[in-house]
């Protein structure tokens, strides 16, 4: 059974979900506002976040610009009534792992969710720590404190799945790794997403990486590349 915290502000759309996720096993608690979820979550760490975006008093980006910065691995699936691409960008460039347009089905919701709970516990994610930190085209990566030590020395937090991403990379020197490809080892198969999701984790990680990001390079309609030296 996982734990799921739902911050919505809406009664009817919050009592709906809560409904959902219990038939389907999980455990839920609510929290009606961004200030109100924030304190849930330091009283109890979720298995999974549901966080809508547009909440009183902090909003759903502001919530999760301050639990990235503080647990870059906790499962974030935002609720948006937004559909334009720009929010979509924005929330996974926030760290958010997938987004819900609402009206949303009830099938989809709970499969995002599985997908969700079931990609944070995928071992090439969760432990890819395991290997110690390493170099990566001049940048440090630090792995057992999820962070990356770029050239000049500024140090930038990174989440399980860049760091996944990053040793992926840098065990592949020269070769084209395909979106397909990077989604089913970092994501896993059953990955219930867009390849926009990678591609603004490659935004992040580069961003992060400073001056070694150059060496991280976009094969057209293919995939990424780290250069060889």
């Not at 996974?92 to 609402?102: E, S, T």
Request: proline share 4%.
């Amino acid at each position: 059974m996982s734990f799921i915290l739902i911050a919505e502000d809406d009664p009817a759309i919050r009592e709906g979900l809560e409904a959902a996720l219990q038939s389907d096993g999980h455990e839920t608690r609510a929290a009606a506002n961004g200030v109100e979820a924030l304190a849930r979550i330091a009283e109890r760490r979720p298995d999974l976040l549901l966080l809508d975006v547009m909440m009183p008093r902090k909003s759903g980006w502001d919530v999760c610009a301050e639990l990235r910065r503080r647990d870059p691995a906790l499962p974030i699936v935002f609720l948006t009534a937004k559909g334009e691409e720009a929010d979509k960008v924005l929330g996974l460039g926030l760290g958010a792992d997938d987004y819900v347009v609402k009206p949303f089905g009830v099938r989809e919701l709970l499969a995002r969710v599985r997908a969700a709970l079931r990609r944070a516990a995928a071992p090439s994610a969760a432990d890819a720590a395991a290997g110690g930190d390493f170099d990566f085209a001049g940048a440090r990566v630090l792995a057992a404190s999820l962070a990356v030590r770029a050239p000049g020395g500024a140090v930038s937090a990174i989440t399980p799945r860049e760091l996944a991403l990053l040793r992926l990379f840098a065990a592949h020197p020269g070769q084209v790794l395909t979106r397909d490809f990077l989604l089913n080892a970092v994501w896993g198969v059953a990955y219930y997403g867009t390849t926009r999701t990678l591609d603004q984790h490659v935004a992040n990680l580069r961003r992060k990486l400073g001056a070694a990001a150059r060496a991280l390079e976009t094969v057209r309609g293919a995939g990424y590349r780290l250069a060889a030296r």
